[in-house]
């Protein structure tokens, strides 16, 4: 979503403290504000957003409708929150006790210095590293917890879901919010996959070796190391873009890790050892620290920024400068850019070739929308009615995206050549 109401809460989100005057928000439509609501739940900034309106005074300005869509978001999020911690407590624990090694990715692993607090944030699964010698006594702990496993996907990836209620949310997002919609659990054997995107990352095999125990609100469990979950955070994020959709909250929260260790010498010092020799990690850092920084105002230190600089720098910047920052405002999902990025990390040219026709002309079914995104009943034809929208609206994205993508790439070609000569000029 573009516009300038979009514009003005990211500029209220910014890391740098300054707010958003009273009379800006008073210029906008409740029409606009609705739409608005909608783009913050896919973005994941909702209650970040109604925080930071209440801490500068300008929550009472805003239209009722709205203020009360925003205050059952947060109220919902928070007993969503308390579920989500106690699950962790009993899924980290019962884990230990079946001697599994495991560490918590993402979620409660990031709370404190990525976001204050985990009532904040939208989290819909529990992301855990496993040892793939475990895998079967994870398949036990989850199976006595009454998860089953999820067939299809990535080989890496376990995905475990319990049976899902058949609930009907109201017609608007707050079911993302809810604390009846249930969260599965991702067992990742790995932090990197390279099969379907192409991009060839080699990463340490002592991620286990190298994890740490942490607490919030009394639960304890074992998550990746500082520099590690930093590498991991960068990568999913990288992920993502590369596959057409990331949320803005990622930026923000990757934004005030990088505000909160800007003047830590020894942690970026750990950092930069630790991605030494892991190939694409300093160009997906750079990415990725650039883009928060384009939208949240992060600082990212100078010394960091020349640290993680290597010839392709010069490409990356300019995307970010041509598509980048427009493409994170609709969660990278509204064009296919990213393809321009993308080319930069394939090696294998028939590699890149079949990626790139898969993406321009996909011939799979799309993916079924999620009840709770699309607000589906459960008759058939209720059923069959918003699946075909669904696939209606994807074919039209598909074609008018694909042909501006074929209109832009020679411009692209040409801007690339001529930025990265530009910069062997100016060593």
């Known amino acids: 979503m573009r516009g300038a109401l979009p514009v003005a809460i990211l500029d209220q989100l910014s890391l740098t403290g300054e707010e958003v005057g009273i009379g800006r928000w008073t210029s906008f439509s409740?029409?606009?504000w609705i739409r608005a609501l909608a783009w913050l739940d896919l973005s994941g900034l909702a209650i970040y957003f109604l925080d930071q309106m209440h801490s500068a005074g300008g929550f009472d300005v805003l239209p009722a409708s709205i203020r009360w869509g925003l205050e059952r978001r947060r109220e919902d999020n928070r007993l969503r929150t308390v579920e989500i911690v106690r699950e962790l407590g009993t899924l980290s624990s019962s884990f230990e006790s079946a001697s599994a090694r495991y560490a918590v990715l993402k979620g409660l692993a990031l709370a404190g210095d990525y976001y204050p607090d985990p009532a904040f944030r939208t989290q819909y699964d529990h992301d855990f590293l496993l040892d793939p010698k475990d895998l079967d006594v994870a398949a036990s702990v989850l199976g006595d917890a009454g998860y089953k496993p999820r067939g299809g996907g990535c080989p890496s990836v376990v995905v475990y879901r319990r049976p899902e209620p058949r609930i009907r949310f109201p017609a608007t997002s707050t079911g993302l919010y809810s604390p009846r919609l249930d969260r599965s659990v991702e067992i990742h054997l790995t932090l990197w996959e390279e099969d379907e995107d192409r991009v060839r990352i080699m990463l340490p095999t002592d991620f286990l070796d190298r994890s740490?125990?942490?607490?919030?609100?009394?639960?304890?469990?074992?998550?990746?190391?500082?520099e590690d979950s930093l590498l991991f955070q960068v990568l999913h994020a990288f992920r993502h873009i590369l596959r057409n959709w990331c949320r803005l909250?990622?930026?923000?929260?990757?934004?005030?890790f990088l505000k909160a260790r800007s003047s830590d010498t020894e942690f970026w010092s750990s950092f930069a050892e630790r991605i030494e020799g892991i190939r694409w990690a300093r160009e997906a850092s750079l990415l990725i620290f650039t883009l928060a920084e384009r939208v949240f105002r992060a600082q990212m230190p100078d010394d960091v920024r020349a640290m993680l600089s290597t010839n392709l720098s010069p490409a990356l910047n300019l995307w970010i400068?041509?598509?980048?920052?427009?493409?994170?405002?609709?969660?990278?999902?509204?064009?296919?850019?990213?393809?321009?990025l993308h080319r930069e990390f394939v090696d294998i040219p028939s590699h890149w070739a079949a990626i790139r026709r898969r993406r321009l002309l996909p011939v799979h079914r799309p993916h079924r929308p999620p009840a709770v995104v699309f607000q589906r009943g459960f008759s058939s034809t209720g059923k069959f009615l918003m699946e075909s929208t669904h696939a209606v609206r994807r074919l039209k994205f598909h074609s008018l995206a694909g042909v501006r993508y074929a209109l832009e790439y020679p411009r692209w070609v040409l801007l690339r050549r001529l930025r990265l000569a530009a910069a062997l000029r100016g060593a």
């Open 30 to 32: 409740e029409r606009e």
């Open 321 to 340: 400068d041509r598509y980048g920052h427009r493409a994170a405002l609709s969660n990278f999902n509204r064009d296919k850019s990213s393809l321009f």
């Open 212 to 226: 740490v125990p942490r607490r919030w609100d009394g639960i304890g469990f074992i998550a990746l190391s500082d």
């Open 249 to 256: 909250s990622i930026f923000l929260e990757i934004g005030h």
